[in-house]
């Protein structure tokens, strides 16, 4: 069974730091490249950040650029992302998913396997 869990959601005062971790289970890690996304209440999902299996190169949103750091850890099947200097424009759930590595990670449209997702809450 394919599975992506995120956790490391919570939340935190404006200018703080939270670590997301997304464990991936049952597609072969290295046959895919794996996103974050974003869902904030009545707005579009977003495409914040990526990293491509291909050449561990990584994409990110303008909105987060210079502030999240995304990172993987092969041997554990695990994707992380580092969110410092968090604004409250920043609240939202937060999921990891996966795209068939034939696809660039920045395609955010063709990803097909999904996490539940995990609540971030940033306070002014």
């Known amino acids: 069974e394919v599975q992506l869990v995120e956790s490391g959601g919570g939340l935190v005062q404006a200018g703080g730091s939270l670590r997301l971790s997304c464990a991936v289970s049952g597609l072969s890690f290295d046959d895919y490249g794996i996103g974050w996304f974003r869902q904030a209440p009545g707005k579009e999902r977003e495409g914040i950040s990526c990293?491509?299996?291909?050449?561990?190169?990584?994409h990110y949103a303008d909105s987060v650029k210079g502030r999240f750091t995304i990172s993987s850890d092969n041997a554990k099947n695990t994707v992380y992302l580092q969110m410092d200097s968090l604004k409250p424009e920043d609240t939202a759930v937060y999921y990891c998913?996966?795209?068939?590595?034939?696809?660039?990670?920045?395609?955010?449209?063709?990803?097909?396997?999904w996490g539940q997702g995990t609540q971030v809450t940033v306070s002014s």
């Open positions: 990293i491509e299996k291909r050449d561990g190169s990584t």
């Open positions: 998913a996966a795209v068939p590595r034939k696809y660039y990670c920045s395609n955010y449209r063709w990803y097909d396997v």
